[in-house]
């Protein structure tokens, strides 16, 4: 077919060849993007998907549709007690165990469209010497020290328990499930052998005591004010999300900067981990019988997974100056990638890439409740597929509800309807229309409009409204996405195609206009239809297949993203055979769904529980699941009513004003979600009263 696009640096997206090593290039933007390691002892649910890795996904193709080098460097985190309990449990090795859990991970992430440039593991020999490369380091520059510590020690199992396998008494607030590192109901910091009455999670009849055993500890305190001076440097250069570590005003909130960081242990008495290398002194006997603690090497799994996919990974781990490093990760991750990590690099002492922009996730929660593999609650690895509903439909859905600022809850309901309400009725009849009346009206042929090449005039005769509205939604999609505010930018994305909807009602695009203004129909056609070109690259990270599925319809090659509307799709461009990009989904099977991922309530097994068990993602308190159901009964509520709407398609300005209004309630929610100060309530009563003013409206317009 024949292809007619206009030929200008920047219009086409540059997509490296297949088996091409990326590599940072001087004079270009290079951007490094990791997601955090998913442990490998269970599958990922929806919630670890959207946290981190889909995020980062986003985010990487997005760089890619600016013709930015950009390299997604993920893995499976596979050392820690963690594995070895679930290894027991399943009766494998903890290498069987992981080379099982790793092969699910690929399998969801591929069915989920996550494009990683390398997909790694960190129980491989590049990064057992890059661990212990670091090691060195720190014991050369003398940034180790030698303790002795009690821990807790179980008999029965004949070994030391790590923190998050002892549970007790809280030391402070009574609670009888605190875990050895945190009580979840106080929210305090704790030390194992603090707990009273301290339980083995393998098996609570054990007798837990304490033994006193030698470590080898990292001098977090010697490093802080370093590693303090980075942080704000970082934080300002690279506009992190809001986290937990320093506020908007720059203020350093963490708890244990604000009290003292004190030295961390980094060996553990374990036997699945990186070996600790030998080091001359007698400060150093008795370690090479232990490993590296997990939380040390933990993040070394980022450079010595890029090791493994190139030998010159230096280029990419030892460039400050060229490299921008951007990190995705849920909210309990932060400490480690903002204060634990960076002390680490500084105390190497070389030159680092160290973290550019800091992307975090809130939780998101199941229905009412809290994602439970051992209750077979939610959706788990690939079992979304089992629904019938396509990737592309979970990244839209996923992503317009990321937990940017606040907890959010997943719902069967809010689901179906984002697909029937916004991707069908919204996205997919602005495409289907507008290339349907192509095919039919000029032999699938992009009509003369009379448009010169290049970018069309704000000032035009007849669309200066359009064009306008459409360059200010381009800059504001560009200005959210640099900042990696992905939700937002989606949201952009569906203003877009609703104003591409709007223009073509408000231009009266019908068999009528052909026949009585021939040259202004094919003006409106030709301008559609570069609309529609511009939202291939918009909507590639979001929705890769719907891309790949939108340039087939065009008959067009990849493009980059662009500043303002233009013409490169040229008069004389043959399209492809449209075709419907959504289907309509049942908003019955949101029962069928809630039935078939509902989950049962087992007797508790304290082993499962500790397999399940991460250093990714901590259980919910019981203060938290409350809240997070009663969000959920407000969500189902307003799901009910949506579900007596009407299937009659409605118009692109009511779809344009129920964006408004949803975007709207999400800010009031958010807001309803922070502290309760003087500022935040006067900000929620200004919020409230917009809310209802643009409800108003929609009345009015429905």
């Known amino acids: 077919m024949s292809q007619k696009i206009r030929e200008a640096e920047g219009i086409l997206r540059s997509v490296p060849k297949p088996g091409e090593t990326i590599l940072p290039t001087q004079g270009e933007k290079n951007v490094l993007i990791t997601s955090a390691l998913p442990y490998c002892n269970n599958v990922p649910h929806l919630g670890n998907i959207i946290g981190s890795t889909l995020s980062a996904d986003v985010f990487a193709r997005y760089s890619r549709t600016r013709n930015w080098r950009t390299l997604y460097i993920c893995g499976t985190d596979e050392y820690g007690t963690a594995t070895e309990t679930q290894a027991l449990k399943e009766g494998l090795t903890p290498r069987q165990l992981c080379d099982k859990y790793n092969a699910t991970h ?117 490093l802080q004010p370093r590693t303090e001076e980075w942080i704000k440097k970082s934080w300002k250069e690279g506009k992190w999300s809001p986290n937990a570590v320093i506020n908007a005003d720059g203020e350093l909130i963490d708890a244990r900067l604000k009290a003292g960081l004190r030295p961390t242990p980094v060996t553990r008495d374990l036997s699945w981990g990186v070996p600790v290398p030998h080091v001359d002194g007698k400060e150093h006997e008795g370690m090479e019988s232990k490993v590296l603690y997990v939380w040390f090497d933990a993040c070394i799994g980022y450079p010595s997974i890029t090791a493994n996919y190139t030998p010159e990974w230096k280029r990419w781990w030892f460039d400050q100056q060229n490299v921008r490093l951007y990190q995705f990760m849920g909210k309990d991750n932060v400490y480690f990638h903002t204060i634990y990590f960076p002390s680490v690099q500084i105390g190497d002492g070389r030159p680092w890439t160290t973290l550019h922009h800091l992307s975090t996730t809130e939780y998101l929660n199941y229905e009412g409740g809290k994602f439970s593999k051992s209750h077979n609650r939610g959706v788990f690895g690939p079992a979304a ?66 448009d010169a090449p290049g970018p069309l005039s704000p000032n035009d005769e007849h669309d200066a409204e359009f064009i306008t509205d459409i360059n200010n939604l381009l800059k504001e999609y560009i200005d ?14 569906m203003a877009i195609s609703a104003r591409g909807n709007l223009y073509l009602q408000s231009s009266g695009l019908n068999k009528a206009l052909m ?95 500790a397999a399940d068990a991460t250093h990714v993602v901590p259980g919910m ?70 809310l209802k003013r643009l409800k108003g409206e929609l009345a009015q317009k429905s």
Not at 480 to 491: E, K, N, S, T
Not at 574 to 600: E, Q, S, T, W, Y
Request: hydrophobic residues 40%; charged residues 25%; neutral net charge.
């Open 515 to 609: 026949t009585e203004n021939p040259q202004r129909c094919a003006q409106v056609v030709a301008r559609a239809l570069n609309l529609i070109y511009v939202l291939t690259a918009l909507i590639q990270p979001f929705m890769p297949a719907t891309e790949t599925a939108l340039l087939e319809q065009l008959n067009a090659p990849p493009r980059a993203v662009p500043t303002v509307l233009a013409n490169d799709l040229l008069a004389g461009h043959r399209i492809g055979k449209p075709d419907h990009l959504f289907k309509r989904i049942d908003d019955k099977m949101a029962d069928v769904f809630r039935d078939k991922f509902g989950g049962n309530k087992p007797k508790e097994d304290a082993l499962e529980q």
């Open 385 to 450: 597929k089992e629904t019938g509903i396509p990737p592309s439909v979970w990244r839209y859905y996923l992503i317009s509800t990321r937990p940017e600022t606040a907890d959010a809850m997943f719902s069967w309901a809010d689901l179906i309807a984002a697909n029937n309400h916004v991707l069908l009725n919204n996205f997919g009849n602005f495409v289907n229309r507008s290339l349907k009346f192509v095919a039919s009206q000029y032999d699938s042929t992009i009509p003369d409009a009379g």
């Open 106 to 222: 690929v399998e969801t992430y591929k069915w989920f469209e996550l494009g990683f440039d390398y997909f790694g593991r960190t129980s491989t020999p590049l990064h057992t010497e890059i661990a212990q490369e670091i090691y060195l380091n720190l014991a050369k520059n003398g940034y180790l020290e030698r303790l002795e510590k009690e821990q807790t020690f179980c008999e029965g199992c004949n070994k030391f328990l790590a923190d998050r396998f002892v549970e007790g008494t809280c030391p402070h607030c009574g609670s009888d499930d605190a875990r050895g590192d945190q009580c979840d109901v106080c929210g305090r910091t704790l030390d194992a052998v603090d707990l009273i009455n301290p339980r083995c999670l393998v098996a609570k009849t054990h007798k837990v005591v304490t033994k006193t055993t030698a470590h080898m500890y990292l001098k977090l305190d010697a």
């Open 621 to 690: 308190s019981k203060r938290k699941a409350a809240a997070a159901k009663k969000a959920a009964d407000k969500a189902a509520a307003a799901a009910a009513a949506q579900a007596g709407v009407s299937d009659v398609p409605k118009s692109a300005e009511v779809l344009a004003w129920e964006q408004k209004v949803a975007e709207q309630g999400q800010v009031v929610r958010e807001l309803k979600a922070k502290p309760k100060t003087p500022e935040v309530e006067a900000e929620i009563t200004k919020a409230v009263e917009e």
């Open 480 to 493: 959210a996405m640099d900042i990696v505010r992905l939700r937002h930018g989606l949201q952009i994305v």
